[in-house]
């Protein structure tokens, strides 16, 4: 007689409010996926997070109401918080989890809490070098941290740290079509240079008229553009470029963003920690202009880690118009430039992050917690990066 089946652990991913948060959180949903989980992903109601998970299959899809805490909204973000921890509480009644993880964010803080109520183990990831502010505040009262940052292990006061990098989702590890094919299904020459202008999931107008201003510079140039802009910020940018008479694919979003990677000869790029897992994991160079209004300047740090490497070349968005131009003809012009670039791109990706979150969590369940000390580094990733726990 067959021994009864166990049943799947069920697992919910709080990881809504940018794709910053989402994408990764998607990428260790099918991990857990394909060591037999059940995953709930518990969203925002933003457009970004619901655009984003349209194409997901064979998970459950939840939008908790939340509100960021900004500009002193304290009233509004606590009554958002309240409204979410009692949505994820009755999700959790009717079906208790084993394990929740919140990507940061936050939307990320309620079902932790709820979580811990109905005696779930709970974790966090940090993408970030310096920890998001509901990250902080979540790390002492999780099971353990994942980061993607060394720097960020010794700034979150959890009971364990496993630094992991940052989860991408399977179609950035390496151009499943080749570079021509994706310029080619983009709309672009393969045989002449693409230059990808990208914001993050919602677009950057800093970023955008940083790059329009210096467009003029560049007319001679036989370059291609990829220029993704958000949605309030398409018309002026469709414009500038038509009226300069320069070759421009503008899109407000684009779900595809590995063909944008694969098809790009280089890139500017905001310096969210997620955007950067995916530019090392297409190994495209990059222009990097940090925003300056992240929490703690957090994208700056990130960005300087990146070019301390010789990974990627960082611009401040106050720069002239001169100085990117002259940044960008040095890196899509110059071969020699971009090789040793890409090479610095490879060390910072870390194909295995998904499945080491997904590994440690079920190992967690089965009461054998980071008892495998002994990680074994993805190749290429900097020494100073290799997966360890910190106790």
């Not at 021509?180 to 709309?187: D, I, N």
Request: net charge positive.
């Amino acid at each position: 007689m067959n021994p009864p089946a166990q049943p799947k652990p069920f697992i919910a991913i709080a990881c809504g409010g940018t794709g910053g948060h989402l994408f990764p959180g998607l990428a260790v949903a099918r991990q857990l996926q394909e060591r037999g989980s059940d995953v709930a992903l518990l969203i925002s109601p933003k457009e970004v997070d619901q655009q984003a998970v349209q194409p997901v299959v064979g998970m459950e899809i939840f939008t908790l109401p939340a509100v960021g805490l900004q500009n002193g909204n304290y009233f509004s973000f606590a009554k958002s918080f309240w409204h979410s921890f009692g949505a994820a509480q009755k999700l959790f009644q009717r079906r208790s989890p084993a394990a929740v993880l919140a990507m940061g964010g936050f939307t990320s803080a309620p079902p932790v809490f709820a979580a811990k109520l109905s005696g779930a183990k709970t974790f966090l990831h940090e993408s970030n070098t310096i920890p998001g502010r509901a990250n902080r505040r979540l790390a002492r009262f999780v099971d353990a941290a994942f980061v993607g940052f060394p720097e960020a292990a010794a700034r979150l006061k959890t009971k364990k740290t496993l630094i992991t990098g940052t989860p991408v989702r399977p179609q950035f590890f390496q151009s499943a079509i080749g570079n021509r094919q994706s310029a080619m299904a983009l709309g672009l020459d393969p045989n002449s240079p693409i230059v990808l202008v990208v914001g993050g999931s919602q677009g950057a107008r800093g970023l955008n008229d940083l790059v329009l201003s210096a467009l003029p510079l560049l007319t001679q140039k036989n370059w291609q553009w990829l220029h993704l802009t958000g949605a309030n910020d398409f018309e002026k940018v469709q414009s500038a470029y038509a009226k300069l008479g320069l070759k421009a694919v503008v899109k407000p979003f684009l779900a595809e963003m590995d063909l944008a990677l694969g098809a790009a000869t280089a890139g500017v790029s905001r310096a969210g920690a997620s955007s950067l897992a995916e530019l090392a994991a297409m190994r495209l160079p990059a222009l990097l202009v940090p925003l300056s209004t992240a929490a703690d300047n957090h994208q700056f740090f990130n960005a300087l880690a990146f070019e301390k490497t010789g990974a990627a070349k960082m611009l401040e968005q106050t720069s002239s118009p001169e100085r990117v131009a002259a940044l960008l003809a040095e890196i899509v012009g110059n071969g020699t430039v971009r090789q040793p670039m890409q090479v610095a791109l490879a060390r910072w990706h870390a194909p295995s992050a998904a499945g080491q979150i997904a590994e440690n969590i079920l190992s967690a369940l089965g009461q054998n917690f980071f008892t495998a000390r002994k990680v074994v580094r993805p190749a290429g990733v900097p020494g100073e990066m290799s997966l360890k726990v910190v106790a």
